[in-house]
């Protein structure tokens, strides 16, 4: 997505670059225009390359984004959604002010924040790690181990954390020797988000670190070796030679991280649910399949989606100001 | 360059922390393919005890007694397939476009596809789309809808704008079609962006749940990751998997073998794979936000 928004710098540039010649005297407007038509009917082919990824954009992304209003209206699906009754904002006031509104919310600003602040740190940790160690073939070794777990599917890495802590699996079996008593985890909501945070750390810290590693690889040796000279220790020289190289990295990838906050997955949330740790890990994504597809409550569920989507755009705008100030005027927009 | 003596201490220190992260990732999975040959919990009771008599394919014997787990195998082969099919042709039709300088109306295209990635109609509204069309229960519900991934054209574009212009210039003066150009041209330059594209769409696809869970109601339908949800999660067995044992302890050792086994069964194939790709999919990471 830095990606993205670099690009459209760039084009936009670009543009302004293409449009300084309009401004000279005797250009007639029109014939850019006809130079445009020009230009289509000439590189058709690329416009008809295209088409397949307008179409199923247009059909499954754009039409979904109209298919929202039924936020405001009392759908019925046999009246459709331009006939269903437009109820304003009844699903939105009936949300925050439901009994069960501060929890679900809360739920998910937690599980995201904690699993962002502690989840974070960890990759680039690892990378620094791992670019101290001098013997290409061990670092690509233990790379591959710690890579490994990402190839594995969700629903894999819930089951083995329902085996793993059910009361006769293996962590009890060891807890049990030392305390003599064991826990169902699976049915405690203090557990949940410990749980999920932990899993998640598991599947993901050492994928999360490649981004980092590579950059390192941009480090100077020489810088290394010049403050070694001037008898820097190795902390040191991480500190103020490696961080530095790993800053703007950090920034893109913490807005965009934080700017998700509340588009927190759906999936490991949901299979990690039990009846009795619902307190803590009913989220508000959980919550809309819920809603909508299980009790066919369709319009308030797209509210409550709704209402998520612009806390998150809210967020991501947020985050992305302060990252700002604290990164020298350098954010991602 | 000679290292302090703190300094040495610490290189070691990093790496004993290096070797026991390492093992507290390896530990869990070498446990559940260990696990999935032997009786439950014997592996704990015995440690290195072990002997070989303990060793047993019980597990797996039962996990393919029942024809569920592999119908659901070759529903993920055909759902992978056709998506990683669909998304890669896609995206690389739209980011060859896009590649070209000077294309007419390109910022606006990309305006188009960037939007989508901040805004989406959320999870009814797309379902209500999906059931409208009648694409529910259909291999369509899993393929289109997510077939359109603007990061995926981004790699492409990338790709492609790397692709210096003088060959296709040298082409045309030759006489070719925009179309052989690409065709002769493009496309074999683009294996390696192919691949990574593919390798990413297939796992993606392999590993995923929710969309079959919400649009394939139908069980003869369900990949294997529905599959293993059943049996891990919901903790349902299927009968032709316990046979004629009923009594309540049998029944729960017997799930839990089926548990190990399915496990290693679902997530092998991929573990046992990936280090051959490892370089390709480093790349495609780096391709998508460094540049």
Redesign the interface.
Known sequence: ????AR??QE??VQ?QKQKEPDKQPGHQPDKKKNK?LE??KK?Y???L??A???I??I??????????V?AFKDFS?MRGIMGSEWVGLEHFTGFLTSPNFLNIFMNTLKLSSFELLLGFPIPII?AL??N??RRANAKKN????????H??????I???V???LSP?G?IN??VSLVTGNTYSLMSDPDAFRSIYIISGI?QGA?WAS??YV??LANVDPQLH?AA?IDGA???RRIWHIDLPVLKP?MA??FILAAGGIMAIG??KAY?LQTSMNIPASEII?TY??KL??QAGD?SF??AV??FN?VIN?FL?VFVNSVVKKLNEGEGLM | ?N??K??RI??TV??M??VI??L???L??L??FLSSFLQ??T??NKGIMLSFSDFSLDGYARLFADGTILRGFFNSVLYATGFTFVTV???I??G???S?D??????T??????V??????????????VRDLGMLNTVWAII?????S?WF??LAR?YFKAIPNELKEAARIDGAS??MI?LKIILPLSKPIIFVLALYAF?GQ?????DAM?YLEDRELHPL?LV??S???QNEVQPGMIGDQMARAELQRIS?MI??S??VV??LP??IM??FF?KY??KG??V????
């Not at chain 1, 059909?59 to 929202?68: E, S, T, W």
């Not at chain 1, 190839?151 to 894999?156: K, N, R, T």
């Not at chain 2, 000077?102 to 910022?107: A, I, Q, S, T």
């Open positions: 997505m830095q990606n993205a690009e459209l084009e936009h543009h445009n230009y289509i590189n082919l690329l416009y390359f295209i397949p990824a307008i199923l954009t059909v499954f992304k754009y039409i979904p984004m109209y298919g929202a039924i699906p690892l790690m791992l101290q160690i233990i790379q591959l181990i710690l890579y490994a777990p190839f594995i599917s969700v629903v894999v819930s089951g083995m329902f085996l793993f006769t293996p079996s060891l598991w050492g490649i981004i590579a950059a070796d070694k220790s190795l902390l990295v893109v990838l759906f999936e299979l994504p809309v399949y909508g597809l369709y569920a797209t989606g709704l989507a755009v991501l | 360059m290292l302090t703190s300094d610490l290189l990093n790496k922390l290096l992260v390492s507290l990732v390896l869990p999975l446990y559940v439950p919990n592996l704990l042709v896609v995206s039709l739209a060859y476009t896009l070209q000077g294309l007419v109306g390109k910022k295209i990309m305006i188009f596809f960037i989508t990635m901040f805004f989406n109609g959320g999870l009814i509204p797309t379902y209500l789309l289109l809808p997510n077939a359109i603007v054209i981004i990338t925009d179309f690409f796992i392999w590993n995923a749940y929710f919400i990751q293993l949800r049996i891990l999660i839990e548990k190990y399915s496990i679902a997530s991929l573990l990936y280090p490892q999919f480093e990471v780096m998508g936000s460094l540049k």
